[in-house]
């Protein structure tokens, strides 16, 4: 096991790729600070852990709120001593509560797409930001922009100390070529991307390496607020002709928290079925 005894910290860790991500890191031997912000679905996370003879702890915690990330970071440190490797992974897209955004992302998605068809182009503006409200775009920034920040601010103050530590960081394919129906999250996942680079050379000399993921599409409750037909039109846009899945991405995370990727520093890596070349 090549994480053995190391202290991993997952955010978003209740569903999708995060419960993914830390399965695959319990599986090398590390221990996992299971964040989220749904405590039931922390619960879940830590009854597969179990099974697994796996050690795992409970955080709960918002991680677009900057006492409760410190709060957290506090409880981690009181279990298990340090942090070793951070997974910034909580986010949100589209989330189904969300029924104006919801409805009108889809429906702007299918009629570009029908006039695609019947045209040969788009006949209009989509009119996705100039009708985008604050509260999505601000709400989508905090989450995995500051969040990605506030969590990475607390692990370097304990990594720069023991001169060690691994931080992977979520971004997205939509930060490479841009998704015209989810601008708060594509600018989001650019930042991310602009952190990742930053910070690898600012710490590096530290020991501390940082790098990012941009997953294509991948089949997670993330994209349950995607009308079935745009999630078609995606397939057909990937070449491999699928979605992925959570394993897919999690397997590379779990790559690159051990020893064997020590000189992947401040890359981009992106697993999406040849979406983006
Ligand atoms: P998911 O919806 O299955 O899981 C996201 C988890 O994050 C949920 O458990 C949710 O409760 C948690 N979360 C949301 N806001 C939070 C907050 N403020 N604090 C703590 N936890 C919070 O989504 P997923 O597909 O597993 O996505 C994981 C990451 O991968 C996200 O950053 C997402 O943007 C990124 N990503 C996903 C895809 C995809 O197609 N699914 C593609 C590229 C990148």
């Known amino acids: 096991?090549?994480?053995?005894?190391r202290v991993a910290l997952v955010t978003g860790a209740g569903s999708g790729i995060g419960r993914a991500i830390a399965v695959e890191l319990a599986q090398e031997g590390a221990k996992i600070g299971v964040n989220d912000i749904n405590e039931k679905a922390i619960d879940e996370t830590l009854r597969i852990l179990q099974d697994l003879g796996a050690s795992g702890i409970?955080?709960?915690?918002?991680?677009?709120?900057?006492?409760?990330?410190k709060g957290m970071f506090k409880k981690l440190k009181e279990t298990y001593g340090t942090i070793d490797i951070l997974v910034n992974n909580a986010g949100i897209a589209m989330p189904p509560s969300w029924v104006v955004y919801k409805e009108r992302s889809n429906n702007a998605a299918l009629k570009a797409m029908g006039e695609v068809m019947e045209t040969g182009k788009m006949q209009e503006s989509m009119k996705i930001t100039s009708s985008f409200e604050d509260e999505w775009w601000l709400i989508t920034l905090n989450v995995h922009l500051n969040g990605t920040f506030y969590c990475t601010r607390e692990a370097l103050k304990i990594m720069e100390e023991k001169r060690k530590g691994k931080i992977i960081n979520l971004s997205s394919v939509t930060a490479l070529h841009g998704e015209p129906i989810v601008p708060a999250y594509s600018a989001a996942k650019a930042g991310i991307?602009?952190?990742?680079?930053?910070?690898?050379?600012?710490?590096?000399?530290s020991g501390i390496i940082v790098n990012a993921l941009a997953p294509g599409y991948i089949d997670t409750p993330l994209l349950d607020g995607m009308d079935d037909r745009v999630k078609q039109m995606i397939i057909a846009r990937t070449p491999a002709g699928r979605l992925g899945n959570a394993k897919e991405i999690a397997s590379l995370v779990a790559y690159l928290a051990?020893?064997?990727?020590?000189?992947?520093?401040?890359?981009?890596?992106?697993?999406?079925?040849g979406m983006v070349i």
């Open 258 to 273: 051990t020893d064997d990727a020590n000189y992947i520093v401040g890359q981009v890596i992106s697993p999406n079925g």
């Open 58 to 69: 409970a955080l709960k915690a918002d991680i677009g709120n900057v006492s409760e990330v």
């Open 1 to 5: 096991m090549k994480l053995n005894n």
């Open 193 to 205: 991307i602009g952190f990742t680079k930053a910070v690898a050379q600012e710490v590096i000399g």
